[in-house]
């Protein structure tokens, strides 16, 4: 169930079933519906000396608890890409991996608020081109939201005052038409909200689903939900959060200056670039993953899309569990190499941390192309 709690004067609108409507793959990439995926990858390593994760603190005790999206590092202005020479003053929207709320403790339902502001933001794409990423509340992919099972989620949404475009945000975790979309959608300077019931434990997909919702969604507008189980995960030492996107440009792969996006592209599946974590070396010379050998490392992967699967696989290890299509509570699988993940999915996966070094995951395609090493793009082949 959802609650509209837009109109001030009014008691809060509950939303039937019968505003749902049917969606073909065709309307979603042209902007009618959205259908992404959520889904959670963990992994975790046996730890043969436990350290624990900075960040790993209880949560909040049951009332009102907090935003559970995390503290990001700084803020946006603080937070520069100092690869590129050319523009070291530009803004960044790379999402750290290691921000990801501190495990529930709690085992009571509690009412959890979330802030998210849409933001539309010029921010480098490589060391030599800049892009108009849509971003919820300044990065690629948005905020990682932590709850549990039972808990209130009180969404308020703020589309900032100089965005071009009007936005929203459907949560996957949400039981409702819509996930929310529909309660949220806000011109600029605008502000919505709604709350809905966490019912399902898992890991899900959220996005923009403003038509045309397959663009917002390349434009960066996507994150993840954690919804934990009512006796929360198995603790580990270090947890990352990693989301694969697609980004689709007039201008060919390895093009300087402003990039712009390509609608044609976009409907045609034609990406320039694949990423991980909004930009092009996010994850190697940005925010590398580093374990100590012996830590118990857990994953949460998605991917935004909005189009293509990923292969997910980290160089030299192997994930001891990998729990599909976003649960939490199915049995794993064991000693899997790599897994493969479809837009909108997700999963957390574990890792026995058996060597020293940064983790370095790779995406494998089945398709023509070149493949490129961890958030470095891949442009396709020619058909």
Not at 78 to 98: F, G, K
Request: charged content about 20%.
């Amino acid at each position: 169930m959802i609650e509209n709690q837009n109109n001030k004067n009014q008691m809060p609108r509950t939303i039937s079933r019968e505003d749902e409507f049917s969606l073909s793959r065709r309307s979603l990439l042209v902007g009618s519906a959205s259908a992404t995926f959520g889904g959670l990858m963990t992994a975790e390593a046996m730890a043969q000396s436990g350290h624990p994760a900075p960040g790993q603190a209880a949560s909040s005790a049951p009332g009102m608890a907090g935003a559970a999206h995390g503290n990001h590092s700084g803020s946006l202005s603080n937070r520069l890409y100092s690869v590129n020479p050319v523009h070291a003053d530009m803004a960044d929207i790379a999402e750290n991996p290691t921000n990801v709320p501190p495990p529930i403790t709690r085992r009571e339902p509690a009412t959890v608020r979330v802030d998210l502001e849409t933001k539309e933001i010029e921010a480098h794409l490589d060391e030599k081109s800049t892009f108009r990423f849509w971003t919820f509340n300044g990065t690629v992919p948005g905020p990682f939201v932590r709850v549990r099972v039972g808990d209130t989620v009180e969404v308020h949404m703020k589309n900032a005052e100089d965005s071009w475009m009007m936005h929203n945000v459907d949560f996957h975790a949400c039981t409702g038409p819509g996930g929310g979309a529909g309660a949220t959608t806000a011109g600029p300077g605008e502000e919505k909200s709604f709350t809905f019931k966490a019912l399902n434990p898992g890991i899900f997909v959220y996005h923009c689903a403003v038509p045309p919702v397959a663009l917002h969604i390349a434009n960066g507008m996507y994150g993840l939900i954690l919804v934990e189980p009512e006796d929360g995960l198995s603790p580990v030492d270090r947890e990352f959060y990693v989301m694969q996107g697609e980004i689709y440009t007039e201008q060919p792969f390895g093009s300087s200056g402003l990039i712009t996006e390509s609608y044609e592209k976009l409907l045609n599946e034609r990406p320039e670039y694949f990423v991980f974590n909004g930009h092009v070396g996010a994850l190697t010379e940005h925010y590398p993953l580093k374990a100590q050998v012996g830590e118990r490392v857990r994953i949460y992967f998605g991917v935004g899309g909005p189009n293509y699967t990923s292969g997910f696989h980290v160089i030299g290890e192997i994930f001891d569990r990998a729990y599909q299509l976003g649960s939490v509570t199915s049995p794993p699988h064991h000693g899997c190499p790599e897994h493969h993940r479809p837009a909108g999915f997700g999963e957390h996966r574990r890792i026995q941390v058996r060597g020293s070094g940064t983790l370095r995951p790779r995406r494998s395609r089945p398709v023509a192309g070149r493949a490129r090493a961890f958030g470095i793009p891949h442009r396709r082949g020619a058909r």
